[in-house]
């Protein structure tokens, strides 16, 4: 499979949310969402970055229907009124790409709200947004829910005795944990919309090893980790945002996408190329900690999904 935006199929009529749309690889899927006719919503926490995002697909496509919703979702409260918000202007919504995140703060952080930045930010944040989307995801055509995880998900294990990681923080253990949950949600959504009728078709992507902020804005650019992966990543296993943004817009629009499917980048251990079914590790298959991970997350965001 050689899969590129040109296989995008129209998206005339559909409404589409992009989390951190405004730089990286949320960027380069609300660029395409909206070149392929779908009405976007470019959700970012930052309404200068939120701007000049939705001003940049206006001058790539001047037809385009897209504007900016800011969205921390550092903050449960503001991921409530974003939903109120949607909810006020739009009956129904047919994608959601959950795709903002932040890797490795070299120190733990903790967001308003008491979380671990990576596992509030990352998953907690997202988990209660789709929830609160839910009415309008199962009122839209043929809705799609898209997690973004990664390659790190493969080393993560869900610490369900300190998911915040209070006892001995790895910046990398924390942001594979997070990645893992986001994995498993996406699974256990579409397990429980099979179940429960809801109509909704939730899946995940990763795009192996992308060259956006994600670095600089966690680790930082003169980090050990950055300078490592300048030199030895970077040049040889790497891609541009637009590469790394194709599983996905595969996830979000392929006619050959699956509910329950995960996918990424097909060449050098899943890190560059074009998109193909991803590798999933057997721990995010463990549907009874996925269970566990949908009932803790409701009792830590107080925001639950119906039945
Ligand atoms: N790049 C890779 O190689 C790679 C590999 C595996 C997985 N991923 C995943 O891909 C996704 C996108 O990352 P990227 O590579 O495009 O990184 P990026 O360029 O750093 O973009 C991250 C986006 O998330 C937003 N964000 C961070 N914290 C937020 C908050 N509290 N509220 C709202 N938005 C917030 C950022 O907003 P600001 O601009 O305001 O900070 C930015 O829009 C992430 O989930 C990441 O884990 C990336």
């Known amino acids: 499979m050689s899969w590129t935006t040109k296989d995008i199929p129209t998206q005339a009529g559909r409404l589409a949310i992009v989390t951190g749309a405004n730089t990286g ?24 970055k939120g701007g000049a995002a939705v001003a940049r697909i206006l001058t790539a496509h001047p037809a385009a229907k897209v504007r900016l919703e800011l969205l921390d979702l550092s903050r449960l409260s503001d991921v409530a009124a974003f939903a109120e918000r949607i909810a006020a202007r739009h009956d129904t919504l047919d994608q959601l790409v959950n795709n903002a995140g932040v890797m490795m703060p070299p120190k733990r952080q903790v967001t308003p709200d008491g979380f671990e930045l990576q596992f509030g930010v990352n998953y907690l944040a997202h988990y209660a947004l789709t929830a609160h989307l839910l009415p309008l995801l199962r009122r839209g055509t043929a809705p799609r829910v898209v997690n973004l995880s990664s390659g790190a998900h493969h080393t993560g294990q869900i610490r369900f005795d300190d998911l915040d990681w209070r006892r001995g923080y790895s910046p990398w253990a924390a942001y594979s944990q997070s990645k893992l949950a986001m994995l498993m949600f996406a699974f256990e959504l579409d397990r429980r919309s099979r179940a429960g009728g809801w109509g909704i078709m939730s899946n995940a992507a990763h795009p192996g090893f992308a060259r956006t902020e994600l670095i600089a804005n966690g680790p930082g650019d003169h980090s050990v980790f950055a300078r490592l992966n300048r030199t030895f990543m970077q040049p040889w296993m790497s891609q541009d945002a637009a590469q790394g943004a194709l599983p996905q817009l595969f996830a979000a629009t392929s006619p050959d996408a699956v509910g329950g499917g995960y996918y990424g980048p097909s060449r050098l251990f899943e890190l560059v190329g074009p998109p193909k079914v991803a590798r999933v590790a057997k721990q995010a298959m463990d549907q009874a900690a996925a269970k566990k991970l949908w009932e803790v997350s409701a009792t830590l965001t107080g925001v639950s999904f119906p039945g």
């Not at 690889?25 to 200068?48: F, K, W």
């Open 25 to 48: 690889l949320g960027y380069e899927t609300a660029l395409e969402l909206a070149g392929a006719g779908a009405e976007v919503v470019v959700a970012a926490r930052n309404p200068d």
